[in-house]
């Protein structure tokens, strides 16, 4: 029985959701570099662009993740005078990062793919070419998997946005393979190019993507529809006759959520009473959303706020 225990808690320590994003993030970079050396060979001896393009998707990977390395070690940096919610936002700079470096990567693999199209190039050594852009996809795809566990499990903006690149990147390669096989198999070499300008539009797009989630995560998105429904079952356990809540906001900041609303209770009621009712609402809030930070103002029953009205955000 205790052997049976020991190995559960070994398996446990090395799932992927208990791997740290920095430790992660550390293997992208490792990785990066191993599927560039990987990847600009297979080009090299079988001059595709297409194997160009791909390698040099891996060029962003390499940039990418160690910007998400420095962007999450600064999101970890405890609170202080100047930032008092602290540097979670940090990650959101991580993916916005990443999504410009993609786009400027489609760009650049779009532009050497009509240099291709005008002066077709025939394909050499295909063989050893596809077996080396497999085996990096492989060992992208193994990554992209226990990075996306973790980010899961700790709300990293910046390890999803690489993970999901990393994805994006094992689905170019498994297009790039496939487009120099049909090269090999037909003797089409415009299918060469062609399928470098494919990939592209799909790194661009993917690109596109994360920079539009980057922007969103600066901009204090409210919090996902599932966590608010928990808030609103949370506080439905408090309410009462003479307890109710109102001008219930909230915002995401990393991996950090915030609630901020109101309680009114009876003006009669100790202001001791109060708090502890209040301390035990935004206790049984955080309990039951991880990471939350709640707020609440006590009210009178009979006072109302009015801080959302016109005048009031001139």
């Given at each position: 029985?205790?052997a ?36 600009t ?9 297409g ?13 990418s ?7 999450v ?5 405890p ?28 760009l ?7 240099q291709?199209?005008?002066v ?23 990554l ?11 709300r ?25 096989a ?13 399928v ?5 539009l ?10 539009w ?5 600066l ?20 309410k ?18 915030f609630?901020?609303l ?17 301390g ?8 039951a ?7 609440i ?18």
């Amino acid at each position: 029985m205790r052997a049976g225990l020991s190995d559960n808690r070994c398996m446990s320590l090395i799932a992927p959701q208990h791997w740290k994003p920095e430790g992660l993030l550390r293997a992208s970079i490792a990785v990066a570099v191993l599927t560039i050396a990987l990847k600009t060979l297979a080009w090299w001896i079988t001059a595709s662009v297409g194997l160009l393009a791909d390698a040099m998707e891996s060029l962003v990977n390499l940039a990418s993740a160690a910007f998400a390395l420095l962007m999450v070690t600064i999101a970890r940096r405890p609170a202080d005078a100047e930032h008092p919610y602290g540097h979670h936002k940090a990650e959101y700079f991580s993916s916005g990062f990443e999504g410009l470096l993609i786009i400027v990567a489609a760009l650049g693999i779009v532009w050497a793919a009509i240099q291709r199209l005008l002066v077709p190039q025939p394909i050499d050594q295909l063989g050893w070419g596809l077996t080396l852009s497999v085996l990096s996809s492989v060992i992208n795809g193994a990554l992209a998997w226990a990075m996306l566990q973790s980010a899961r499990q700790h709300r990293s903006i910046a390890l999803e946005g690489d993970a999901r690149h990393l994805i994006t990147d094992v689905w170019t390669s498994a297009g790039v393979v496939v487009g120099v096989a049909l090269v090999a198999v037909s003797g089409w070499q415009w299918l060469d190019p062609a399928v470098a300008i494919g990939v592209a539009l799909n790194i661009l797009r993917e690109g596109v993507s994360l920079m539009w989630k980057s922007s969103q995560g600066l901009m204090d998105e409210a919090l996902e529809p599932e966590i608010m429904a928990d808030i609103e079952r949370t506080l439905a356990t408090f309410k009462h006759p003479t307890i109710r809540f109102d001008h219930i906001s909230s915002r995401r900041s990393g991996k950090r959520r915030f609630v901020d609303l109101h309680m009114h209770m009876p003006a009669s009621w100790t202001l001791g009473r109060a708090a502890a009712v209040r301390g035990s609402v935004e206790q049984a809030l955080m309990s039951a959303v991880p990471g939350l930070r709640a707020t609440i103002q006590l009210l009178p029953s009979d006072v109302e706020a009015h801080f959302d009205d016109e005048e009031d955000l001139i």
